[in-house]
């Protein structure tokens, strides 16, 4: 069974990595990403993945970490969930550009604690 340390800190390396996927996929721009519906569906399956992980992270390093939005991730998450294939495009290309950075640079910062410390 994996420590909730190391759960978290994985947890934290796979939002990294979906943040920065997201962050690949829309270089190509606005226009390409409303016309392409695969690209459509990667990056709302990479927000999904975000969103999950910050659900999962422990309650404690959320605490630890109060400038990282983990509850309006996962309320995000449940909201592309239940748009079943009804993708809100403007609105995710706004979140992408508007928020993504800032949620990016503070994961970066989070520092996982082992419990007693």
Not at 5 to 13: E, L, M
Not at 50 to 55: H, I, Y
Not at 82 to 88: D, I, K, N, Q, R
Request: no cysteine; proline share 4%; aromatic share 6%.
């Amino acid at each position: 069974m994996t420590d909730p340390t190391t759960a978290d800190q994985r947890r934290i390396d796979d939002m990294l990595d979906m943040l920065r996927d997201i962050r690949e996929q829309l270089r190509v721009g606005r226009e390409v990403f409303v016309r392409d519906r695969n690209l459509q569906k990667v990056v709302a399956y990479d927000l999904m993945i975000l969103g999950e992980a910050a659900s999962k992270v422990s309650q404690r390093t959320q605490k630890r970490n109060p400038k990282v939005p983990w509850t309006e991730l996962a309320t995000y998450r449940n909201e592309l969930i239940h748009e079943y294939g009804s993708l809100a495009l403007e609105e995710t290309w706004e979140f992408a550009q508007r928020e993504l950075r800032q949620i990016e640079k503070g994961l970066g910062k989070v520092r996982v604690m082992p419990p007693g410390e």
